[in-house]
T-cell receptor, first 114, second 112 residues
Framework: EDKVVQSPLSLVVHEGDTVTLNCSYEVTNFRSLLWYKQEKKAPTFLFMLTSSGIEKKSGRLSSILDKKELSSILNITATQTGDSAIYLCAVAGGRGGATNKLIFGTGTLLAVQP | DGGITQSPKYLFRKEGQNVTLSCEQNLNHDAMYWYRQDPGQGLRLIYYSQIVNDFQKGDIAEGYSVSREKKESFPLTVTSAQKNPTAFYLC???????????FGQGTRLTVV
């Protein structure tokens, strides 16, 4: 069964801390890995990774994919209270005829305290 | 403005009723998806569609039905066969499968 596992499930840090969120996957016909941030309702897109070892970076956020280890990390440096959210990892792929679906992990709930 | 619109934001359903959740996008995206989100379980795929008049079951399709008669629209019907329909439902679209998906604001369905 295809699955995506995120860790930790929840995390509480103070402003200015650096955090690392983890995503591991077992998905047949892997195509890409995506990170989303969900604050209240609609998840918003952060990164899409398709090649191993290449770092995607946007301001204080960065992410790397390790296809050998079937995992990815999302780093947030100098955290701010506005970073508080659920961070979702999704993998595009799937078995059989359904090779084109996004499979989501349970998410990591990040709380940044002032 | 281009985007993806879900309605209603909140929906209450009596047991035994069918209800339909609307999802419309004006992004000219080919692919559309429906997800269900329960606390602690992330997003689970209900149905997805790559082109008009075609759709595929996701992981938890039982008790749900969809149609894709127009490129812009992908409504989801929650039937009385769905035993535990109370959840947050998210619709998404993407230009092609396996690319960045854009989400609507969601519909929170409650059975009363």
């Amino acid at each position: 069964e295809d699955k995506v596992v995120q860790s930790p499930l929840s995390l509480v840090v103070h402003e200015g801390d650096t955090v690392t969120l983890n995503c591991s996957y077992e998905v047949t016909n892997f195509r890409s890995l995506l990170w989303y941030k969900q604050e209240k309702k609609a998840p918003t897109f952060l990164f899409m990774l398709t090649s191993s070892g290449i770092e995607k970076k946007s301001g204080r956020l960065s992410s790397i994919l390790d296809k050998k280890e079937l995992s990815s990390i999302l780093n947030i440096t100098a955290t701010q209270t506005g970073d508080s959210a659920i961070y979702l990892c999704a993998v595009a792929g799937g078995r059989g005829g359904a090779t084109n679906k996004l499979i989501f992990g349970t998410g990591t709930l990040l709380a940044v305290q002032p | 403005d281009g985007g993806i619109t879900q309605s209603p934001k909140y929906l209450f359903r009596k047991e035994g009723q069918n209800v339909t959740l609307s999802c419309e996008q004006n992004l000219n995206h080919d692919a559309m998806y429906w997800y269900r989100q329960d606390p602690g379980q992330g997003l689970r795929l209900i149905y997805y569609s790559q082109i008009v008049n075609d759709f595929q079951k996701g992981d938890i399709a039982e008790g749900y039905s969809v149609s894709r008669e127009k490129k812009e629209s992908f409504p989801l019907t929650v039937t009385s066969a769905q035993k535990n329909p109370t959840a947050f439902y998210l619709c998404a679209s993407s230009p092609l499968m396996n690319t960045e998906a854009f989400f609507g604001q969601g519909t929170r369905l409650t059975v009363v």
